[in-house]
């Protein structure tokens, strides 16, 4: 059974950092890309980050480039998002997600998410 | 930026009922679209992906057409466990935009 466990949530003041991990079990991990996905309160789904099997392809939201950074470890099947420079805005719950492909590119599974408050 | 438009914003219908969801996109996307289901308190889950293919699981119920800029979902007949809020995506390029949402009561 495919399983994506965030964590590392939690409240950060503006300017702060935080780190999310998201833990996948039930899969060969390092054969799917992946992303972070988020969900502001009151707002719809935002897409925030890809990155590909080895690494080396990473995509960002125009928002959080520059402040955030997406990488994994393949050796403990884990996806992270270091979250720097973090505004009110970037307030959200944040799910891990994996990317697959089948004639089109989709998010086939997802965690339960991860909640992050940025508030002074 | 490719824009995606849902419409409704929200629908209140009674069971056995027959719904439509439209989601425009701002250009051609060929068929790089899916649709997401989430329920209150969970996390999104995929329903059609590539415009019409039904993922694995989902029930017959829900069908996915369109292509270029107009796609729709239908739920064939609403049951009580479909109230969720309904998304659709686009993967056609980076980045991957979601629609605002579709609430989706009884």
């Known amino acids: 059974e495919v399983q994506l466990v965030e964590s590392g949530g939690g409240l950060a003041q503006p300017g702060g950092s935080l780190r999310l991990s998201c833990a996948a079990s039930?899969?060969?991990?390092?054969?799917?890309?992946m992303s972070w996905v988020r969900r502001a309160p009151g707002k719809g789904l935002e897409w925030v980050a890809n990155?590909?099997?080895?690494?080396?392809?990473?995509y960002y939201v125009d928002s959080v480039k520059g402040r955030f950074t997406i990488s994994r470890d393949n050796a403990k099947n884990s996806l992270y998002l270091q979250m720097n420079s973090l505004r009110v805005e970037d307030s959200a719950l944040y799910y891990c997600?994996?990317?697959?492909?089948?004639?089109?590119?989709?998010?086939?599974?997802w965690g339960q998410g991860t909640l992050v408050t940025v508030s002074s | 930026d490719i824009q995606m438009t849902q419409s409704p914003s929200s629908l209140s219908g009674s069971i056995g009922d027959r719904v439509t969801i439209t989601c425009r996109a701002s250009q051609s996307i060929g068929t790089h679209l899916n649709w997401y289901q989430q329920k209150p308190g969970s996390a999104p889950k995929l329903l059609i992906y590539a415009a019409s293919s039904l993922q694995t699981g989902v029930p017959s119920r829900f069908s996915g057409s369109g292509s270029g800029t107009d796609f729709t979902v239908t739920i064939s007949s609403l049951q009580p466990e479909d109230v969720a809020t309904y998304y659709c995506?686009?993967?056609?390029?980076?980045?991957?935009?979601f629609g605002q949402g579709t609430k989706v009561e009884i």
């Open positions: 997600a994996r990317w697959e492909r089948s004639g089109s590119w989709f998010f086939d599974y």
């Open positions: 039930g899969f060969t991990f390092s054969n799917y890309w």
């Open positions: 995506q686009q993967t056609s390029s980076t980045p991957e935009t």
């Open positions: 990155i590909e099997q080895g690494g080396s392809k990473i």
